[in-house]
C-alpha cells in the first residue's frame, strides 16, 4: 500500500510540474487570448520591380473590417450600416451577428478610406478595422503569367509571388486590447502594440523595356495569325538572366477572372516554362553543335564543316521515310555541307549525324544542354520535357530526335539551350530574380550566375555560332536579317499530334535568334502555336525576333558595325 501511494503521489507531482512548470507558458496565452482582443496589424507585403527599379508590383492600402457580435448591441442597425458602408450582404451579416457568439467576424476586406470614414461618423459599437494592403500591378497585363497574383488575404497564389511568398509576405503583427469574457471592451484598458515586419523586395532580371519591346511584337504576331497561344522569352546567354518573357493570351492582374477557375488557369499559365512541345528543326542547333565538337575530338563518326551530305532528298531508317522539304529538282539543295543543311533545314543530314554518333555519344550532349530534366529556374511547375530512355531508342527514333521530332522541350529549355551552344559552351541556371533586399537597403541575397556544366568547347561554338548567323544572312532566317548587326538563329516548323496522328493543319511555328553572333549578348525564342494563314518558323516567327532584336537596339543605342 505505500508503494501504491507513492508511486500514485510521484505521478500527480509529475502532473503537477507539468502543468505549472512545462506547460505553462500555452496556459499563460490562452487565458490571455480569453481577455484580449488581437487586431491584425498586416505587414507589407514586398515590391517587386524589374533590374532598373522599375515597380511591377506594389501596395495600396486598404482595410480589414471586423465585428463581434457579443459587443453589438444593434445588431440590425450595425448590419444595415455595414452593409450601405461596404456593400456586403446585411441579412446575411445580420444572421451571423446573431448566430455566432463571442467571435469575431470578418466582414469585409480590401475596404477602401471612403468606406472607413463612414464607419467613423457612426462610431456603430463592436465593429472595428485594421489597416490591410491590397495587392496592386502598375503594368497591368505585363508580366501576368511571371508575377502571378495573391489571394484575397495577401498570401501568393501564382508564379513569382508563390515562389517567393515566404520573402514578399512579411510577419503580422497585433493590437492588443482587453475584453471581460464576453468580448467587451474594457474602460480604460491600455493597448499592447506589437509591430509587423514588412516583406522583403525583389529585383527581377527582367528588364521592362525589353518586356515591353517583347509583348508589343508579340502582340502584332497574334493579331496577324490569330494563334492559340504565342509566347516569347529574351535571355542573356552570359549569364542566363531572363529579360523578358511574354506571354498570349493575357489578362490584367489587377483584374483577376477568380470566379472563372478554368479560364484562370489558361490565362495563368506560363506556357514557355510549364508546357512542352516538339521543337522541330530549332533543334537542329543541338544536333549540330554535337556534331561539331565529335569531329573536333577527332571521333571518325563524326562529319566536318567540309563534308559533304550525300544528294538524296531521303533516308530509308528501320522503315520509315525521313524527306527533305525541298524536291531537289534540277540539282536544287543537293550536295550539302553542315552549313548548308542548317540553311536549307534538310533533315535527311541530320538523321545521318544522329546515327552516326549513335545513341550512347548522342543521349550524352542532350543530358548536357539539360534535356529531360529540368533546367532550375526559380519558378514553380518547370516541365520536365520527353525524352525517350536510351535503352529504348530505336535506329528510327534517334534519327527523328536529330531534326527535332519524337522529342519534347519546353521553350525554357530550348532557349538555354541555344544560349549554351552559342555563348561557348557554358551551361548556367537560369533565373528570374537578381536580388532579394529590404527597404533600407539591406540586400539579404544576390543572386549570381550559377554554372551547371560545359557543353561543348569555345571553338565548336564559335564555328556554330558563325554557321548560324549564315542561316539568317542566306538561308531560311533571312526575316530576321538586320542591316549593320550580326544576327544568327535558326528556324523551326514543326507539324501537332493529336490522339498520336498529325493534326492537319496545325503547327508550331518557332525561331531562336541571337546577336551579335560573334559575341551574343541577346538571345530571343518565339514561339507560335497554330498560327492561321501561314505556319513557316521564317515567316511568322522570325520577323517578331527581329522586331525585338530591333527594338533591343534602340532601347540600348547599339550601334552598327563599322563599314555595315
Excluded at 199 to 217: C, F, K, P, R
Excluded at 366 to 375: D, E, P, Q, R, V
Amino acid at each position: 500500500m505505500f508503494a501504491a501511494i507513492a508511486f500514485l503521489f510521484c505521478i500527480l507531482t509529475a502532473r503537477f510540474f507539468y502543468v505549472q512548470v512545462a506547460w505553462s507558458g500555452e496556459l499563460g496565452y490562452r487565458a490571455l487570448d480569453q481577455w484580449m482582443r488581437e487586431i491584425p496589424v498586416v505587414a507589407e507585403r514586398g515590391l517587386i520591380t524589374d533590374r532598373n527599379g522599375v515597380v511591377l508590383a506594389e501596395n495600396s492600402t486598404s482595410y480589414t473590417v471586423f465585428a463581434r457580435s457579443n459587443a453589438v448591441s444593434d445588431k440590425a442597425g450595425t448590419s444595415r450600416l455595414l452593409a450601405d458602408a461596404l456593400g456586403v450582404d446585411g441579412d446575411a451579416l445580420l444572421e451571423k451577428l446573431q448566430s455566432v457568439r463571442a467571435s469575431e467576424i470578418t466582414v469585409a476586406r480590401h475596404a477602401d478610406k471612403s468606406a472607413i470614414e463612414k464607419l467613423e461618423a457612426a462610431s456603430p459599437d463592436g465593429v472595428y478595422y485594421s489597416r490591410d494592403n491590397t495587392r496592386v500591378y502598375p503594368k497591368g497585363d505585363s508580366l501576368c503569367q511571371v508575377l502571378g497574383f495573391t489571394s484575397t488575404d495577401n498570401s501568393g497564389t501564382t508564379g513569382l509571388e508563390k515562389y517567393y511568398d515566404k520573402y514578399l509576405a512579411g510577419e503580422n503583427g497585433e493590437l492588443l486590447y482587453e475584453t471581460d469574457l464576453v468580448g467587451i471592451d474594457l474602460e480604460g484598458a491600455v493597448a499592447a502594440y506589437l509591430p509587423a515586419e514588412d516583406g522583403m523586395n525583389l529585383q527581377l532580371t527582367v528588364d521592362y523595356g525589353i518586356q515591353a519591346i517583347a509583348e508589343s511584337a508579340l502582340k502584332r504576331v497574334v493579331e496577324t495569325y490569330s494563334p492559340a497561344s504565342a509566347e516569347c522569352i529574351v535571355l542573356d546567354p552570359d549569364t542566363f538572366e531572363i529579360l523578358a518573357l511574354a506571354g498570349y493570351p493575357a489578362y490584367d492582374l489587377n483584374d483577376v477572372p477568380r470566379n472563372d477557375t478554368e479560364l484562370l488557369d489558361s490565362l495563368s499559365r506560363n506556357r514557355i516554362v510549364c508546357d512542352i512541345y516538339e521543337p522541330g528543326s530549332t533543334f537542329k542547333i543541338v544536333t549540330s553543335a554535337a556534331d561539331i565538337e565529335e569531329w573536333l575530338r577527332g571521333n571518325k563518326n563524326a562529319f566536318s564543316a567540309n563534308y559533304v551530305f550525300p544528294s538524296s532528298r531521303t533516308r530509308s531508317v528501320d522503315g520509315t521515310t525521313v524527306k527533305c522539304w525541298s524536291t531537289h529538282a534540277n540539282g536544287k539543295h543537293c550536295n550539302q555541307t553542315l552549313a548548308d543543311a542548317l540553311n536549307y533545314s534538310c533533315n535527311p543530314c541530320f538523321t545521318d549525324i544522329a546515327l552516326s554518333l549513335g545513341t550512347e555519344t548522342f543521349y550524352d550532349y542532350l543530358s548536357a544542354f539539360g534535356f529531360g530534366k529540368a533546367t532550375g529556374v526559380d519558378y514553380g511547375g518547370e516541365a520536365l520535357g520527353m525524352l525517350l530512355p536510351e535503352s529504348a531508342v530505336r535506329d528510327c527514333d534517334l534519327a527523328r530526335i536529330g531534326f527535332g521530332q519524337t522529342i519534347a522541350v519546353s521553350g525554357l529549355q530550348l532557349a538555354c539551350a541555344a544560349a549554351a551552344a552559342v555563348n561557348g559552351g557554358y551551361y548556367y541556371t537560369p533565373h528570374l530574380v537578381k536580388s532579394i533586399y529590404a527597404s533600407d537597403g539591406y540586400v539579404l541575397e544576390e543572386v549570381k550566375p550559377a554554372l551547371k556544366n560545359r557543353t561543348i568547347s569555345e571553338e565548336a561554338s564559335s564555328i556554330l555560332a558563325g554557321m548560324l548567323e549564315g542561316v539568317v544572312r542566306d538561308g531560311s532566317g533571312k526575316r530576321a536579317y538586320i542591316e549593320g548587326y550580326r544576327v544568327g538563329g535558326k528556324t523551326g516548323t514543326a507539324q501537332k499530334y493529336e490522339n498520336g496522328h498529325i493534326a492537319a493543319g496545325k503547327y508550331v511555328s518557332s525561331f531562336v535568334g541571337f546577336f551579335p553572333a560573334d559575341d551574343p549578348e541577346y538571345l530571343a525564342l518565339v514561339i507560335v502555336d497554330e498560327p492561321q494563314g501561314a505556319y513557316y518558323g521564317s515567316v511568322v516567327a522570325a520577323p517578331c525576333a527581329k522586331e525585338i532584336f530591333e527594338g533591343i537596339i534602340a532601347l540600348k543605342n547599339i550601334q552598327p558595325l563599322e563599314g555595315e
